[in-house]
């Protein structure tokens, strides 16, 4: 802690015990960089300042300052929780870790660092970087992708806890991980704990935190059907299915089980996807190579075609000034704005 007091980074949400306030940064710093989240975080909350405006608030404009952050159910939850809260609750945030961890959307690591930092109770938390520290230091070989390891390394960080001062030794842990014992070159030469690393003694540091293989990554294949009726107009829908994604916005989607199609076999699939009902003029591949997102567990592999139509009476017609303003995956908003520019 003496090192936090020291070197810990200013972070906007370390200025604030507002339960609300701590909650919305915690949610949005995972899998994310605390200087990237800062950006969104200090957007988001200029937007709904208070639990009663995020309740308040339409899912989309949720979900469109959500865009870029990826991982859209976090979003989804936390406004379903503010929702609730509000509701339920008086729009006032519980004060105990077991109401608070079975909030939806919020597991242990999320209602720990909440009840610690906002109400002094002492709920260690287990993190990417807390992982990686101790399992450092003490040498701990458990693969921390497997199901005790959470236990295991709960803990030994709450061993280690200041329960005087639950909030701090757990946001100094956190950053002594994230900016000292980072993932690659560890500042090991100016480290307090060096006397004692295991991992540094013994000059394994890059073997820790030990990591369980995970089976292959699922590959997916995306064609996205961008249609133009020649006046700035297009068709999307939204994503329902509990997939990733759920509730963004999209062109309208043809999932293939394999990389390359000919034009003329996906135009069949077109063809019965819309029942023979639109004709078009041409259709266009605008991107040669897919381009390739990577998800925690899947890559998707995505092409854009275009297509002009001749005439389709469908109401489904969005302005591309609309169509701007819904919440969409990264990938389909990059290609909106080359393509739209
Ligand atoms: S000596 Fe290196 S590996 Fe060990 S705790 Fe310090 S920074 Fe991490």
Redesign the pocket.
């Given at each position: 802690m003496e090192w936090f007091y020291k070197n810990k980074r200013d972070f906007i949400w370390r200025r604030t015990k507002d339960p609300y306030r701590i909650w919305i940064s915690e949610i949005m710093l995972q899998q994310t960089r605390a200087s990237q989240g800062q950006t969104y975080y200090k957007k988001f909350i200029g937007i709904f300042p208070d639990l009663q405006t995020l309740a308040l608030a339409n899912q989309d404009k949720v979900l469109k300052l959500w865009q870029g952050l990826g991982y859209y159910s976090r979003a989804i939850n936390l406004h379903s929780t503010a929702r609730y809260l509000y509701n339920e609750y008086d729009g006032k945030f519980p004060k105990t870790f077991n109401e608070i961890i079975n909030l939806k959307g919020i597991g242990d690591y999320t209602a720990s660092a909440i009840a610690s930092i906002c109400f002094d109770i002492p709920e260690a938390v287990v993190d990417g970087n807390v992982y990686?520290?101790l399992s450092?230091?003490f040498g701990i070989s458990i693969p921390i992708n497997t199901s005790n390891a959470h236990r295991e390394f709960k803990k030994k960080a709450t061993e280690l806890m200041d329960f005087n001062n639950p909030g701090d030794f757990n946001q100094a842990i956190m950053e002594f991980g994230s900016i000292?014992?980072?993932p690659k070159n560890?500042?090991?030469l100016k480290?307090?704990?060096?006397d004692n690393?295991v991992?540094?003694k013994n000059q394994k540091?890059d073997l820790?935190p030990v990591k369980k293989k995970n089976s292959k990554l699922k590959k997916r294949y995306f064609n996205y059907f961008v249609f133009q009726n020649g006046e700035k107009k297009t068709i999307v829908e939204k994503r329902n299915e509990n997939d990733i994604w759920k509730n963004l916005f999209q062109f309208p989607l043809l999932e293939l089980p394999k990389l390359n199609y000919k034009k003329d076999e996906l135009l069949n699939q077109i063809r019965l996807k819309y029942n023979h009902k639109i004709k078009f003029e041409n259709l266009q591949l605008w991107n040669s190579k897919p381009i390739i997102q990577k998800l925690s567990h899947q890559k998707l592999h995505i092409f854009f075609w275009i297509i002009n139509l001749k005439k389709w009476n469908t109401k489904n017609w969005t302005t591309v000034d609309d169509l701007k303003k819904l919440p969409i995956p990264i990938a389909l908003q990059n290609f909106i704005d080359n393509f739209y520019n």
């Open positions: 990686r520290f450092r230091f000292q014992c980072k560890p500042l090991c480290c307090p704990f060096n690393c991992a540094y540091i820790f």
